[in-house]
């Protein structure tokens, strides 16, 4: 294990849990003495070897030599393969559980096999806490190196409630860090649309930050939002207090850092690529602006005090009933948001595959993501699983993957566009911040339209540019460059 930080270091005590001798290294030989300290006290000691230097990490390994990287994305990658090549054999196997970028995986990848070497890019999910005790994870790479290291991944993954481990072979090349990128876009999306929510509940309605907590609880336990991950810890974050009984919650400054000081870059990434690849993502990117917003929090009070105020977020007045139906309706515009938010970053992920001829395995992809992950979800699992399950003939989806065109997606979202509807509109009144659930509506609203304001702009393009446009009646119109031009005025 090279790389023994709250990942790493989580990861080396669960494989040696499970019967596996890990050697571990770090630069920083604090990083090391913890994970020894935790695994003494839980009496793995024997299970866990301390190496200073690579040439004696590397006597330490039988062959082949598996290394496990938990490290920043980015050069230090680099660093260290380069670090250990004077002793690497042929068939020797690195498994890249950092959030790195799949281009430099790819890269690493053509450069090591040409010397025999595998290397494999895993997303590993779940945080620090499921590194611990069994994290969901997404490995791509060659098929052969992938057989090899299965077996080790399966015993210490996630498992799903009928027992199954949550991790699978996804595809070759980058595919495993790119799905677990997207994973991340996803994540964002289902976070910014459940804090949302509880900022509707907390200032709206005045609710309590334990009435929240139950309300969060009765949304986990059944219906659409059954099971789902985000959910579950925000009704335990409502009500978890520290000395003097206060809430933990109320203490939590309102920003989010990780996008600007570099120590998160699937956010960043995930949104680059659904532009790159010309798929709508609202959900995802306007999680992200929202993000991006909150990171310098002196520069909103700084323009708060240029327009000497701010947007206040008013109070919505409702009866008891009026109150019961307004929260079952934002109940059903938060699993809107959630569903939406899977259906654009597999839409995503569907492209990429196209582009780089990854085989990724979509019933594999639906099966990592059932436990041990940040975006598991009961119900979403239950409603999108059986589309991408070759056993099944009746809703499989064309070769084109567009979740949209399915049928059992496309009546959820039916149900849910009212409900969702009704909350944004409040929500408007009283100027609550709603940047995913409003962008949900917009995207719903606009996918399967054919009549939008884009016959306007395209107009005002071919007006100052020569931009050409499609002819009305010429068909459904694919994504290449019209054939007629108007001559709007004279040059």
């Not at 294990?1 to 270091?9: A, D, F, T, V, W």
């Not at 866990?48 to 004696?56: F, I, R, S, T, V």
């Not at 052969?144 to 595809?171: F, H, N, Q, W, Y």
């Not at 100052?464 to 446009?469: A, C, L, W």
């Amino acid at each position: 294990m090279i790389g023994c930080g709250s990942m790493g270091g989580g990861m080396a005590l669960l494989f040696a849990e499970h019967g596996v001798t890990v050697c571990l290294e770090d630069p920083s030989e604090e990083n090391v003495n913890a994970v020894l300290e935790t695994g003494k006290k839980a009496g793995l000691e024997s299970k866990l070897e301390k190496h200073q230097g690579y040439e004696d990490l590397c006597k330490s390994l039988d062959s082949p030599k598996v290394f496990v990287l938990s490290l920043p994305h980015g050069t230090i990658g680099d660093t260290v393969v380069d670090g250990l090549k004077p002793y690497l054999v042929k068939g020797d196997i690195f498994i890249d559980a950092g959030n790195e970028h799949w281009e430099n995986t790819q890269r690493r990848q053509g450069k090591l096999l040409a010397q025999g070497i595998y290397y494999v890019g895993m997303g590993v999910s779940g945080g620090y806490q499921a590194a611990r005790r069994g994290p969901s994870m997404c490995p791509g790479g060659e098929d052969r190196a992938l057989d090899m290291v299965l077996p080790l991944l399966a015993k210490v993954a996630a498992k799903a409630e009928d027992g199954t481990s949550c991790v699978g072979k996804i595809g070759t090349g980058g595919s495993g860090h790119y799905v677990k990128m997207i994973h991340n876009g996803i994540e964002h999306g289902m976070m910014s649309a459940i804090a949302e929510a509880w900022q509707i509940m907390s200032i709206c309605l005045d609710m309590k930050y334990d009435e929240i907590g139950d309300e969060l609880e009765r949304w986990d336990a059944e219906g659409e939002l059954k099971g789902t991950f985000l959910i579950s810890i925000g009704a335990q974050i409502c009500r978890q207090r520290q000395e003097h009984h206060k809430h933990v919650l109320g203490r939590v400054q309102d920003k989010v850092v990780q996008d600007i000081d570099g120590s998160e870059g699937t956010g960043i990434w995930s949104n680059t690529e659904a532009v790159r690849l010309h798929i709508p993502a609202p959900t995802l990117s306007t999680a992200h602006f929202i993000r991006l917003a909150s990171a310098d929090r002196a520069q909103r009070i700084h323009v708060k005090d240029t327009f000497e105020s701010h947007f206040e977020t008013n109070k919505i007045t409702h009866s008891d009933d009026e109150r019961r139906a307004f929260l079952e309706d934002l109940r059903l515009a938060v699993y809107e948001a959630c569903l939406a938010s899977y259906i654009q970053g597999m839409n995503v992920i569907d492209a990429a595959n196209r582009e780089n001829n990854w085989s990724i395995d979509f019933p594999a992809v639906m099966q990592i993501w059932r436990a041990g992950c940040i975006i598991q979800s009961l119900a979403l699992h239950s409603l999108l699983a059986p589309i991408y399950d070759p056993q099944q003939k009746s809703d499989r989806l064309s070769p084109s993957h567009n979740l949209l065109y399915s049928r059992p997606v496309a009546a959820e979202l039916t149900k849910g566009f009212p409900p969702l509807k009704r909350v944004v509109a409040k929500c408007v009144d009283a100027n609550a911040v709603i940047p995913s659930l409003s962008a949900t509506l917009e995207y719903l609203k606009y996918s399967g339209n054919t009549m939008l304001p884009t016959q306007f702009y395209e107009a005002e393009m071919d007006f100052f540019g020569k931009h050409m446009f499609d002819e009305k009646g010429e068909g459904p119109g694919e994504p290449v460059t019209g054939t007629q031009h108007f001559e709007w005025r004279p040059a």
